[in-house]
């Protein structure tokens, strides 16, 4: 830098960083967004809580699904059965049911609010869990169970 060219734009602003991410900060309320709903640390932990506790024969899970979800399953020692998705993300035909099993429908990103309902009626609700993890403000179903990940929308304290 010389001195008739003024402070070096890449230098002032080293201390206004870019990246990363930014905290929510919220004012304390004791407001929630589902105040029945039975707290857990994320999205998997109360996946294994619930197959822990159901103990299902098997679980029919998509191919397209994150493995930290996957692992669980083997974790509480229940078999995993593995399904195909249409090109409108809902369950392949090939999908079995059968009583004791359970049927893991992910709304991707919310976008599969209607394919929900079409699951839902295709199977016996008490036997589908909704992965509402990309679905934070979509409306819990009629059904086994619904899984949010808050902490993937909000920030934490």
Not at 89 to 112: I, K, Q
Not at 136 to 156: D, E, H, N, W
Request: some cysteine; proline content about 8%; aromatic content about 10%.
């Amino acid at each position: 830098m010389n001195s008739t060219s003024g402070p070096d734009p890449m230098h002032a602003a080293e201390d206004r960083a870019i990246g990363g991410y930014v905290e929510l900060d919220l004012r304390a309320s004791s407001a929630e967004l589902y105040p029945h709903a039975l707290a857990f640390q994320s999205a998997r932990a109360a996946l294994l809580a619930l197959l822990l506790h159901g103990r299902p024969r098997r679980i029919w899970m998509p191919w397209y699904l994150c493995t930290t979800m996957t692992d669980q399953a083997q974790a509480a020692g229940v078999e995993a059965v593995w399904y195909g998705l249409a090109q409108d993300l809902t369950p392949d035909p090939g999908v079995d049911l059968r009583p004791g099993d359970w049927l893991l429908y992910v709304n991707y990103f919310g976008t599969c609010e209607a394919n929900v309902d079409r699951v839902l009626t295709r199977f016996p609700p008490m036997q589908v869990v909704i992965d509402n993890s990309h679905a934070l403000y979509s409306a819990p179903r009629t059904c086994l169970a619904s899984i949010y990940s808050p902490r993937k929308f909000v920030g934490t304290r």
